[in-house]
């Protein structure tokens, strides 16, 4: 939801400097020095000389140094000594009007005693030599230290040059900012983080010239492009062209030659662009001199050479102000040299058809079709949208109608895409028939139809790919795993791509939910034989999310984070980089990596938008108020789980428990753990009943953690023997020995939890280990199992879970259950309520209640407090965002 509260973090006159401490550091300790008469910052245009300048001398300043700045500017270095001018008193004699303002001005800073003048020249490769010739006097002839800055690639007067060649001055050189400095200066400048797609948008546009960065950033938030949606800055719709960037750009680049700008307006319509087509279209000489004057940069690409501009804002720039007639002419010409070429690469037919498109000519049918498929493949659905209604317009036929059918499909307008579906009899190859079955069968479920008389008897097989992964969302799940198994198995003609990757998605989480690594494994090995973007992505996510389930987190966490970057960095569209973060988050959250797992999850949020065609905003947006709930901030947990409760159910059985587990998690947070416990054993009799092993295995885990030990420790074993997963082994192992306050078990499930990847519920153990152990008076265990949980919460990010409670030292001596109590009792609770909280009696309660003052030796509610510290938990906000009621909030 867009954020209503006005922004206070906009880009001003100045953002923080980032990304310049070390160049900070030598300018100031230069100025400290004798011996050093100045220093040279050299750099290309925007990457922050005069921003560097600037912070030095203030610093100076404000430490006692006199200061003067001068600026050298074209028309100013046209007059003898013009640019320091001002720092001269008025002269009305005749006489050599040079010679004796350059006397006063010498003079001016031959200061004999205080602290040591400094004189900034800003753009001194524009002073005329006169100019020069006075700074270099000042800089080896009197105490003044001077501090120049240089535009990269200009030549500065040879004076200029002599100071840092001869050891006058140092030469600092500054470059582009990294990356994670691009990301550090938006989240300053901005005042809060950004979705990935968002950042990295602003990353590859301004290539990190800080300048860019923070005008790029200005132009988007006056143009409402650039949104704070649930908490994240989200760059939505087009980037609209400011007059002030765009003259910002231009004075940057300052292209005088015609031949150059032909170049960039080439490049702005395409990049990268191989060499020998853009020589092709501007001219081998125009290239060499828009490289050699720093705003183009040519690379090798493989066996090519490919050309792109140096900072790819300069494109948008160029793009927005060029005349149309000049457009349409690169890109008819773009379209002419694309259409004379071999065409191998996958985007070839869908960057002609656009560039035609874009350039107001015509494409056929069949070449609009190609298009559009290509669209689908990448996930940018409305332009194939609209490319598939062309084709169709242009005589694409049945097979124009079918993408269109299964492109709307995608974007989960399934009523739209029964109306384009083309007739049975209209299919009339086995391709077509398959396509039109995957089609139908998608219609059926999410619109609740029932089979047309006609049937799929032609797809049937197609269709029966769908029906697989349909039957899981059911809860279906062993029929599921067993129609998926028999498609990618059964002898016969190969299934059609879309249909390989559903049945093998489906086999994956199926496998995924019944713990069986090895098959999770052999079927994405199977359905990633499929390539196409979306497909391969698809079956990638079904396996990190299986292997997640099954409890190998180790591996689906390294997986998913390098499918999460890939994502970002090729430009997939935000709904492919939503559903990865989806997937990342869920991975971290089970790890029980809080932190991660609330940022990929809100990013999640924003990045999927209206695009959710499997409609499963409630799982994530449950999955979100449990990341919270683990970090004890039941503020945030609850504001999500009411936007849950706000958004239609998950079709199918198979989220219900899921969904139940996260409502254990706000319940645990707000430290009702009987009431957690209770919707923990809810979800496993759930999972049970649709025969999901490890869903009920992770439920029941969390009713052992919620004080439910006892009651599921049969079961767990149960599980463990009937599952090839060791996550249930570990899980059993912890419930034993929670139920049985073994400590030296607690210690050794905590260490096998931790191998497999389960951080958190490692630290619980180990965290209630150290208090058992502490309690016996068994000194040298509870020191090893301290640190060990002490290790495995900074893994955590801050998780707070009813287990993990450190409080204390070696003489904390409190069981889990004495815990309970007093963490209840501290946080305000009388008695009964706390009695009714954990399903004990009032007796047992103040009987508990009895060994903890005592064992603490503190006695009253006020000490126990101050002992355990107040929880915010019940009832604060996090610090992270003091606006969480805006949660909601509607959209705006």
Known sequence: MADSRPHDGRPGNLWPLVGRAAALRTVLSAATQADVGGVVIVGPPGVGRTRLAKEAVARLAAAGHPTAWATGTRAAGAIPLGPLLHLALPHDAAGPVTAHIFGQIVERFTVPTGKRPVFVVDDTHLLDDVSAALVY????HTRTFVLLT?????????VMTALWKEGVARRVELRPLSDSEVDTLLERGLGGPLDAVTRYTFRRLSAGNPLVLRELAQSALEGSALLRRDGLWHLSGELRITGRLGDLIEAQMQVDDPAVLAVLEVLACKEPLGQPVLEELTGHSAVVRAERQGLVVVEPSGARHQARLTIPAYGEVIRARMPRARANEIWARL??????SPRRRADDAFELVMWRRTAGLNSSGQELLAAAERAAERLELEVAERLATASGAADGGVDANLTLAEVLALQGRFADAADVLPDPGECDNEERADRRAIVREKIEYWQHEAAPAQGNQTGERAAEAVRAWT????GHVAGSLAIGTALLTRPGPRLPAEATARAATAVVLAAGLMGDIRLVERASATGLEVASPWTEAQVGAARCVALALAGALTTAAKDVDIAYREAVETRLAAPMVGMWAIVRGFVAKAQGRVKPAQQALREAVVLLG????????????????GAYAMAGDTIQADAWLCRMDACPPPRGALFDAWIERDRAWVAAAALDLSSAAGHALGAAKTAGKAGVPMIEALALFDAARFGAAKEVCDRLHQL????????????ATMATALATDDAHLLAEAAERLHRLGHLLPAAEAAATAHRLHAGARRRTAAKAALVLARELLTECDGARTPLTDLTGTLDLSLTPRELQVAKLTAAGLPGRAVADRLGLSLRTVNNHLGRVYAKLGVSGRDALAQLLGQPDALGQPSREEPHSQELLQNEA
Do not use: K
Request: glycine letters at 2%; charged letters at 20%; zero cysteines.
């Open 720 to 731: 463990s023997r009937n599952t090839a997963a060791p996550a249930t082994a570990a899980f």
């Open 137 to 140: 006097q000042l800089a080896v």
């Open 610 to 625: 209206e695009h959710d065609p499997l409609r499963l905003p409630a799982v994530y947006l449950a999955e979100l108020a």
């Open 471 to 474: 039957m899981l969302i059911e």
């Open 150 to 158: 240089v535009r990269q690639g200009h030549t500065a007067p040879d």
């Open 335 to 340: 379209a002419e040299s694309l259409a004379a």
